[in-house]
């Protein structure tokens, strides 16, 4: 079974940064989606990022030159998302999925199609 755990959030000012980490447990297909999606309230849930297995990225147009995925090279199940220059409209809840490779570019606006979510993680930018 596999399982997602994340962790880094924190509170920061405008302009700061933060790295955030996932952990996947259990064994994922060979060819896989990973994915970073943020929620604020009362707001719908939002990508921020998909890397598929071969390390193609795609970010969303919100934090692309800002926010940058990458996977650990010692520990192929440990991937990392550096925030920099944050800003207030970045403060959310932060998922890390992981699913089948078509969800990286399904163009789902849910997420719905990445079968394994964290619990979340929590950035506050203040101003």
């Known amino acids: 079974q596999v399982k997602v755990v994340e962790s880094g959030g924190g509170t920061v000012q405008t302009g700061g940064s933060l790295t955030l980490s996932c952990v996947v447990s259990g064994t994922l297909e060979r060819t896989h989606c990973m994915s970073w999606w943020r929620q604020a309230p009362g707001r719908a849930r939002e990508v921020v990022v998909h890397m598929d297995n071969y390390g193609r990225i795609r970010y969303s147009s919100s934090v692309k030159g800002r926010f940058t995925i990458s996977q650990d090279n010692a520990n192929n199940t440990l991937y990392h998302l550096q925030m920099n220059n944050l800003q207030v409209e970045d403060t959310s809840m932060y998922y890390c999925?992981?699913?089948?490779?078509?969800?990286?570019?399904?163009?789902?606006?849910?997420?719905?199609?990445?079968?394994?979510w964290g619990q979340g993680t929590q950035v506050t930018v203040s101003s």
């Open positions: 999925a992981a699913g089948t490779y078509s969800a990286c570019y399904s163009g789902s606006k849910t997420g719905d199609d990445l079968a394994y």
